[in-house]
Structures are given as structure tokens and as C-alpha cells.
């Protein structure tokens, strides 16, 4: 394994350590914007739309907001160094006579990706190649291992996922799953700044619809699936995947490979913009490239992959399912498809791919005992898939722990208290990020729900979800296996607005030591 560094105290944003300072003349001319003569010799060191976040030197800009207007914060931002001001006609509006120069730009949001990218100096021939995954499941996972096939090749990377963000080795905590496009810009400078050839992105469907990715151009796009989630965010599964589709532009990237394994797939490759190859583990359905799964154990899934020209690759992963081996290839054909040799890929993972996923399918179990995987999966699709993995290489029981997000997308836990029942030996419901919903609500819906799928199923109802693996655990012997899915790689529980501390692959193995296993 390739040893990395974790930075436990990690700042409010990643930027460069040096950045050249960027006239504010000549940024108002980039974006046609109008500037006093006499504010000429500013200069912008970055830039930022939060005074959290905000660092002597920076352009504020300020922007409209759900409640209130970022003009309201402009005081706040001077006295802590902001040299200017950026914001539309209303804000300028609320602003009364400043000390620094004040720009005029109408839905500076929409702008704010390029704004952040110039500052930064990410520009075209001066940029690793950026490779972006999105879909309802997978892009975490297929975006670790975009970066460790790079990593066993001998780039140096970078990546930006939901669990974390690399940067040449090192490891930092994630915020958001696709961070706002200013943090986003700072982070790419950095990894530029530490060397990083190659940079591997998780992008969601929110961070398209709400700009996180606007001043960034892919080499390559990646599509695993869709599937039903976010339905709070999104009328329903036609806006979801219209929110995905903009990756698949000509505005945002090059090349993009689409995974058939769902049937939204079909759709992206049929209107995506850009040239797209295709990939797929299903038998009988037409593709540029397929996946075979050969073996699988608790530990790893070895597959081999076909691809065109008579690619033949093949490797393991070290997860569990055919849907990770279904992400692998779709990693090695976004890599193909940007360019690097299909044999130096294949030599590089012929003993298999080096990559640690935190929280996705990861065995948390010792030498003794039953098998314990934490998942982060949080979905109907993602219980089907994860469960049919497991049963594969369990010869016992299957007993599965999980709970539902508060304040998120209700009209999904029915469907997965259902896939969750008729794919368990016993279920235990607990708790999850309850945050301002009542929690015995949401076990009730999912208990409901699992005793109608399966009446005669064992189903314990637990709570808190400390207690429930602990109840798992006392009931499964050697051979069985337990599935805990929903809170994977996340070190807290939100209730009532506060993040308590907490960690499931911790709370998993000390139930684990306390019944005696090692």
C-alpha cells in the first residue's frame, strides 16, 4: 500500500502557499468590467464568497443568498483584508462609500467559477488533466480508483470526493462532496503547486446545478448510474438526470465514457455533447467495453475487462460485487479514453488495484468472528447491490443494520427498508442523522415498510445505532456477516442541527472485541 499522511487539523479552505498576485486592473479588463483609474495598483492574492473563509487580499464578492444579501457581510470582509468588493446592482445598492474599489457584475454566481479560476491562475495548458465521475452510486468509489490505477502508473495525484481530498499524499477531511467553485479553484492551484498531474473528481448533481464546477474543463467524464435519491432536491428522475447532463457538455469537458448498467445511461450517451464510449457488466448488452467479474471473496473482486482494439486487462478491486468491479473498468476506460496506454494501465494493476475506499463495502473485522462490512451506501439501489455482494461470499446468515437520513429525501425509505428486507437474514433498524426529524418517526416508516415486504423476517428495532451493531453482533456467529450501511466513512452523527462526534467502523470494532472476537 502506498503510505500517506493524514492532517487531522485541516484550515476553512485549501489554497496555494504562494500565489502571484493578480493585478485588479487587468481582472476587471478580463471580465469587462468597469474600475476606477485610480484603484489600479490593487492586486487580488484570491477570492471568496464567505467571510469564514475570507484571507487579507481577496476579492469579497457578494451574492444574493436564500435569506439575505452577501452585501450585508461587505463590512465584515474589510476588516479582514478584502482589498475589493465584487456584486451585482442590488448589492452595490446596500453598500455605502467603501475604502476599496467595488465591481458591478449581474448573477456574479454564474460567473464565479472563471472569476475564482483567473485568480488562481488555472488556465488552459497550465492544468493537470482533470477527470470527473458522476451518478447516483460509484463516483466516490470509481474516483479512488481512478486515482490509485494513476498512483500504481507513477502520477502524482490529486482528488476531491465526498469521504476526502488528496493532494500528492496528503489526506484531508472533505467538507462538501464537490466543494464551491472558489474553494474549488484554490484546491486545484494547490495540487498544482505540489506537482499533481492527474486529479480525480466526485461530482454530484447539486454541485452542477448550483456551479461548483463552472471554470473547470475535463479530459474526461465518467457516468455510473442513476437511481431513485435526491428526489428532495429534484421534482423527479427526469430533473435528476437533466442535473447530470451538463457534465456531459462540450462547455465542461472533452471526452466521457457512460456506463449502460442502468437505464439512464442510454440517455446520457444518447445526448451527451461531447464523444462518449461506452462500458457495461451486463451480458448481452451492446458496449465498447465489458467487464466480467472471475472471482470473488470478502476481500477482493477479480475481473477482467475488454475493451476496443483488443484491449484485455485484467485485475481486482478490493470490494466487494460485480458493481465495483463495474467501476474499476469504468476508471481504466476514462483513462484510455485520456490518453493513456491500455498496456502500460494493465501492467501497472496486473497484481491489482491499490486503492483504500473509507466506508465503502470496507471490512471492519478481524481475525475471529463474523464478517462486519460499513457501507456508505444510501440508497434502494445501493442496498441491492451491496447485499447481493455480501450473500456471495457469506455461507451463513446475512443480517443487515441501517437507518435513514432525517430532513432528506423521505420518498426513498420505503423501497429501501423493503430491498433491505428480502435481501437479509434478520434486519436491525436504528438511527442515522436524525438532525431536526423525530427519530422513532423514521424507524417506524422503515419498520412499516420491512415487516410488509417480509412478515416473517426477524426484525429488531434498536436504538441508538451504537447499541444496534452491539445487538448484531451478540446474535451472529462465525460465517455470518453484517452489513451496516448508510454512515461509512463519516465521523459524526447530525441531531438537532449538532455533529456529535462519532464513528461507525470504531463503534463496529469495539462491539466486535467486547463479544469476545478478534
Not at 449581474?106 to 472569476?115: A, K, M, V
Not at 476526502?164 to 477531511?173: D, F, S
Not at 448484531?472 to 451496516?484: H, K, R, T, Y
Request: with cysteine; net charge negative.
Amino acid at each position: 500500500m502506498v503510505e500517506m499522511t493524514i492532517q487531522e487539523q485541516i484550515p476553512p479552505i485549501l489554497r496555494p502557499e504562494a500565489v502571484v498576485p493578480v493585478p485588479l486592473k487587468a481582472f476587471a479588463q478580463k471580465f469587462s468590467l468597469d474600475l476606477a483609474p485610480e484603484t489600479a495598483d490593487v492586486t487580488l492574492t484570491g477570492i471568496s464568497m464567505n467571510t469564514g473563509d475570507l484571507r487579507s487580499g481577496d476579492l469579497f464578492v457578494a451574492m444574493p443568498g436564500k435569506k439575505t444579501h452577501g452585501a450585508k457581510f461587505v463590512a465584515k470582509a474589510l476588516e479582514q483584508g478584502a482589498v475589493a468588493v465584487l456584486t451585482d446592482a442590488a448589492g452595490a445598492a446596500e453598500l455605502g462609500p467603501l475604502s476599496v474599489p467595488v465591481l458591478i457584475l449581474e448573477n456574479p454566481r454564474s460567473h464565479l467559477g472563471d472569476l475564482a479560476a483567473y485568480v488562481y491562475g488555472n488556465v488552459p495548458g497550465n492544468m493537470p488533466k482533470l477527470f470527473a465521475t458522476t451518478g447516483t452510486n460509484g463516483k466516490t468509489s470509481t474516483s479512488y480508483l481512478l486515482e490509485g490505477i494513476l498512483r500504481q502508473m507513477g502520477e502524482v495525484t490529486g482528488l476531491t470526493s465526498t469521504a476526502e481530498r488528496h493532494i500528492a499524499g496528503e489526506i484531508i477531511v472533505s467538507r462538501l462532496t464537490t466543494p464551491e467553485s472558489p474553494e474549488m479553484q484554490a484546491l486545484i492551484a494547490r495540487m498544482r503547486e505540489k506537482g499533481v498531474t492527474a486529479v480525480a473528481v466526485e461530482v454530484s448533481a447539486q454541485a452542477l446545478s448550483q456551479l461548483r464546477v463552472d471554470g473547470m474543463h475535463f479530459d474526461v467524464v465518467g457516468f455510473t448510474n442513476l437511481s431513485h435519491d435526491h428526489l428532495d432536491d429534484y421534482a423527479d428522475m427526469d430533473e435528476y438526470l437533466a442535473a447530470k447532463l451538463p457534465l456531459f457538455t462540450k462547455r465542461r469537458a472533452d471526452r466521457g465514457v457512460v456506463c449502460l448498467d442502468s437505464k439512464y445511461g442510454r440517455l446520457v450517451a444518447k445526448q451527451s455533447e461531447i464523444p462518449v464510449v461506452t462500458i457495461t457488466s451486463e451480458m448481452g448488452v451492446d458496449a465498447d467495453w465489458h467487464v466480467a467479474v472471475t472471482a470473488e471473496t470478502p476481500r477482493y473482486t477479480s475481473f477482467v475487462l475488454a475493451g476496443p482494439n483488443g484491449i484485455n486487462i485484467r485485475s481486482r478491486v478490493p470490494l466487494l460485487g460485480i458493481h465495483m468491479a463495474a467501476n474499476a473498468g469504468l476508471a481504466i476506460a476514462m483513462l484510455v479514453e485520456a490518453g493513456f496506454d491500455a498496456n502500460r494501465i494493465a501492467e501497472a494493476i496486473k497484481g491489482g488495484i491499490d486503492a483504500y475506499l473509507p466506508g465503502r463495502t470496507e471490512r471492519v473485522t478481524g481475525d475471529t468472528g463474523p464478517d462486519v462490512y460499513v457501507d456508505f451506501g444510501h440508497s434502494p439501489d445501493a442496498f441491492l447491490n451491496t447485499l447481493a455482494a455480501v450473500r456471495k461470499v457469506t455461507q451463513g446468515r446475512v443480517f443487515m443494520v441501517f437507518g435513514a437520513d432525517g430532513d432528506r429525501d423521505a420518498s426513498k425509505r420505503p423501497a429501501m427498508a423493503q430491498i433491505a428486507a428480502e435481501g437479509s437474514d434478520v434486519l436491525v433498524i436504528t438511527d442515522h442523522h436524525p438532525r431536526f426529524e423525530d427519530p422513532a418517526s423514521i424507524r417506524k416508516t422503515l419498520v412499516d415498510a420491512a415487516r410488509a415486504a417480509r412478515p416473517e423476517l426477524e426484525i429488531i428495532e434498536v436504538s441508538p445505532p451504537e447499541a444496534a451493531i452491539r445487538k448484531a453482533v451478540s446474535m451472529a456467529q462465525p460465517g455470518d456477516a453484517i452489513l451496516w450501511a448508510g454512515p461509512g466513512h463519516q465521523d459524526y452523527r447530525d441531531i438537532r442541527g449538532v455533529r456529535t462526534p462519532y464513528s461507525a467502523r470504531a463503534e463496529a470494532r469495539a462491539a466486535l472485541k467486547e463479544s469476545g472476537w478478534s
